[in-house]
């Protein structure tokens, strides 16, 4: 007879080996439904030229005295990815406490900030920005409010966590004094997801500074409008300076932001 422990290991392990070959089985069916002759045949040719582009960059390209150049490029992407944060990081708060779980809330006012947090983050930064686009126009504004309404979704998410997990002695030490809610908010509960707040906020823009240079290939403004340009005229050397110039945009940012976020947590 085998005893209970055994058992309990041998059904573990059938049931995590079932697993294992149901995603190997969901992979193997993902891989044969994709089509590899067109790939294989522009692949190697793009992958070659775009490696002598970022061997060989048009150096001339990182600043123009008139028109556009890189510069101007990442300096643009650079500030939607910032007003596109500074939006979402602003505006998600009163959702992030909506969507709260808290003592003597009711169920369904949680639920209901939670539902509206996950609908939008449904939709991706490229259909937000092909909305606004449509609304407002081309452009670095476009760009803005789209990285802005979409990061709403997941600043609020991760800000409601924040203020799920506070400390709740202090709160309720002034709830006893006898603070009101106002006072009790800005003196107990601010003060201890801020830190979370701002780093949280740091995270996402290094986020919105990759998102940012996609959505300019649609139009929404920042490097990837002289992106999409190169590369439909092939010109694989302003393409390497295009490339190199956001590597290093973004390593700087990271670096940045991970050393400030450190001092924050």
């Known amino acids: 007879m085998m005893s209970d422990s055994v058992k309990n290991n041998v059904g573990a392990r059938i049931r995590l080996w079932s697993i294992w070959v149901v995603v190997l089985i969901i992979l ?77 809330k009711a169920r369904w006012a949680t639920g209901s900030g939670k539902f509206v947090l996950s609908l939008i983050r449904t939709f991706p930064e490229v259909v937000m920005a092909i909305i606004f686009i449509k609304a407002v126009g081309p452009g670095s504004y476009a760009g803005a409010l789209a990285l802005g309404v979409h990061s709403i ?52 823009f290094e986020i919105n500074i990759r998102s940012a240079a996609i959505l300019g290939v649609i139009g929404a403004g920042g490097i990837g409008t002289p992106l999409i340009f190169a590369l439909d005229a092939r010109s694989w050397s302003r393409v390497g300076i295009i490339l190199l110039g956001v590597i290093v945009m973004v390593t700087i940012i990271d670096i940045i932001s991970g050393y400030i976020r450190k001092r924050l947590v």
């Open 28 to 104: 193997v069916w993902a891989f044969t439904g994709v089509e590899y002759s067109g790939i294989m045949a522009t692949a190697g040719e793009v992958s070659r030229s775009i490696l002598r582009g970022l061997f060989h960059p048009d150096w001339g390209y990182v600043y123009l005295p008139e028109g556009e150049d890189l510069l101007r490029g990442l300096l643009d992407t650079m500030a939607i990815a910032v007003l596109g944060t500074f939006i979402s990081a602003v505006l998600c708060i009163p959702f992030a406490f909506w969507a709260a779980t808290a003592k003597g």
């Open 153 to 204: 979704g997941m600043l609020g998410k991760l800000y409601s966590e924040a203020i799920e997990n506070l400390d709740r002695g202090p709160t309720e030490a002034l709830v006893a004094c006898g603070a009101n809610k106002l006072q009790t908010l800005w003196f107990a509960v601010i003060p201890q997801v801020l830190p979370d707040f701002f780093s949280f906020a740091l995270y996402r």
